[in-house]
């Protein structure tokens, strides 16, 4: 925003007044900027304080987007894996099993069923179960053969899943099925609920900065109310007095996505060492994932937008206040 | 340069500044502009500068009707005339130079001019050598004189100026009229607002002479 790159001035001789002009339009720019930046340089804990009021306002819903899309990452994860179980009936004899299995894999929507007959699902409960002993006393097999069904990828989300369900649950010979699913939905609705309140959240807090901002810009007018004065006397136009306090908000709001920045990455060093524990011990990938180049720029891209958004409201209201009528005197 | 037909200005509470006032100033005339306090002198100026707007009749500077001005063009039609005033209005947390400079910056003009005319303009008032000092540590005629500088430093071919002299002894004072003169002599329209009589007929001037609002010597010749 600051630092428009510049041809060289007087290496082209012949160059047209509108040329000239852009060009002394943009070194205006530069110099402006450059003035504002250094008025927040020369009274550093004030700035700095304003910067610590917005870093932390910023950096508070984009910790939680963050936590947000993580969460979306694992239930993501699960519904990749989404398997269907369908039991069948305990008289369903193991010839009948294997036909359901072939019946239910000319379905386009299923990529994969895997048949589990009864001897192979006792030998498995066996294994993992640690009752051997108790499995010993029964008479007969209590288990039932199953059929591990994975729906293709298109029919991987939660009504996909419940249509093949239904259409499973009305095959002759299947007794049961079920979908562990319910956890997932569970995860979606509260992750849901948490984005609404989070973005509501994002909302509140930009306003704050924006009146932060627009407060402080406010102070800034009132500083400079003399400058402003000579300013619209000798002619200056509404922008020319408006820039400077633009920049102004817009270096409020750099420096307050700086440290929101800041504030994001610390904290997040911080957690990843618990977090990673936790997701071990859920057997998760679960990760929290820190902002990238690009969400990092955008934060910082907003804290301007918003800083100078602030000064502008604040610029709207009082900068036409100061008109050089009462200069002059009776 | 500056014409005036039939101005009435009148402010809310009954109070009338200006009644039927009408003259014009040809370009590269100087006049005074006098009357007593509360005659209405100020809001005159303030008519042409564009801060006020007349009741009833039409401002012209420069061949521009001023009443109808939209209130976006008023920055530009300021930059065509220069106004010194009492009290200087200048900045005292910049230089000299930066002050002068102003109404150049405000207009854009290339950074490697306005260092040169900047210092032709200090140059005329005498204080080139006084450009990287704050006007804090000049004295009250240096100060008027740095607001002068100012006020012509983008060549407008109107220069206004409101009690320029108010605070200053008759010796510098004089010093002053003769650098309006100057201006005068190179075709800028020149009006002074003052109540110092002696200094007045000094210059042997066209005088503007305001009563109550009403114009009441001056108004008649003049192109």
């Known amino acids: 925003m600051a630092a428009e790159p510049r041809k060289r001035a007087g290496a082209n001789k012949a160059s047209s007044p509108w040329q000239e002009l852009a060009e002394s339009y943009l070194v205006h720019h530069r110099k402006v900027a450059r003035e504002s930046a250094e008025r927040l340089w020369r009274t550093p804990v004030a700035s700095s304080m304003t910067w610590m009021v917005m870093g932390v ?4 819903p984009v910790a939680l987007l963050l936590l ?81 069904v994975t729906p293709d990828e298109t029919s991987r989300s939660a009504s996909g899943v419940e249509t093949l369900v239904t259409r499973l649950q009305g095959l002759d010979g299947v007794e049961r099925v079920q979908v562990d699913l319910g956890w997932l939905q569970r995860l979606n609705a509260m992750t849901d609920l948490l984005a609404r309140a989070v973005w509501a959240l994002a909302l509140l807090l930009a306003a704050a900065v924006v009146l932060v901002i627009g407060n402080t810009v406010r102070l800034a007018i009132e500083n400079r109310r003399d400058e402003i004065l000579v300013a619209k006397l000798v002619g200056g136009t509404d922008a020319f007095v408006r820039r400077p306090f633009l920049y102004t908000g817009a270096w409020f709001g750099l420096g307050g996505g700086v440290v929101a ?21 859920y057997r998760s990938d679960f990760a929290l994932n820190g902002l990238s180049f690009d969400g990092a720029l955008a934060l910082l891209i907003v804290a301007m937008l918003l800083g100078w958004l602030g000064a502008w409201v604040a610029v709207k209201r009082h900068l036409d206040d100061i008109e050089p009528g009462e200069v002059a005197g009776g | 340069m500056i014409e005036f037909r039939q101005v009435t200005k009148r402010y809310d509470s009954d109070h009338t500044a200006l009644r039927q006032v009408n003259f014009s100033l ?17 809001t005159l100026l303030k008519l042409i500068m564009v801060m006020e707007r007349p009741s009833a009749g039409e401002v012209i500077v420069g061949g521009q009707m001023l009443n109808k001005l939209p209130k976006r063009q008023i920055p530009y039609i300021r930059r065509h005339i220069g106004v010194v005033f009492q009290n ?30 900047v210092r032709a303009s200090l140059d005329k008032v005498g204080l080139l050598n006084k450009e990287k000092m704050s006007p804090l540590q000049l004295s009250g005629g ?82």
């Open chain 1, 57 to 60: 306002a910023l950096a508070l």
């Open chain 1, 68 to 148: 947000l899309t993580s969460l979306q990452g694992v239930s993501a994860g699960w519904e990749n894996s989404a398997r269907i179980t369908a039991y069948l009936g305990e008289g369903v004899p193991l010839e009948r099993a294997r036909e359901l299995r072939a019946e239910v894999l000319d379905d386009s929507r299923i990529l994969e069923v895997e048949l589990i007959d009864k001897e192979q699902a006792l030998a498995e409960f066996r294994g993992s179960s640690g009752l051997e002993d108790a499995l010993d006393y029964l008479e007969g097999n209590p288990l039932p053969h199953t059929l591990v």
């Open chain 1, 261 to 281: 920045w800041v504030l994001l990455q610390v904290s997040l060093w911080w957690l990843s060492g618990p977090v990673e524990r936790l997701a071990g011990l």
């Open chain 2, 26 to 42: 040809a370009r590269g005339e100087l006049a005074f502009l006098t009357g007593h306090s509360g005659a209405g002198k100020s």
């Open chain 2, 88 to 117: 200087h209005q200048l900045l005292f947390d910049r230089t000299v130079f930066d002050n002068v400079a102003m109404p150049l910056e405000v207009m854009g003009v290339p950074a490697r001019d306005i260092g040169r005319r």
């Open chain 2, 142 to 223: 240096e100060q008027q004189r740095v607001g002068i500088a100012r006020a012509v430093v983008n060549k407008p071919p109107v220069l206004l100026a409101d009690e320029p002299t108010g605070n200053l002894d008759p010796e510098l004072s004089a010093d002053i009229m003769h650098l309006f003169g100057q201006f005068s002599q190179v075709g800028v329209t020149v009006l002074i607002a003052s109540h110092d009589i002696a200094l007045i007929n000094d210059m042997q001037r066209r005088t503007l002479t305001l009563d109550h609002g009403q114009l009441i010597a001056g108004g008649g010749h003049g192109g």
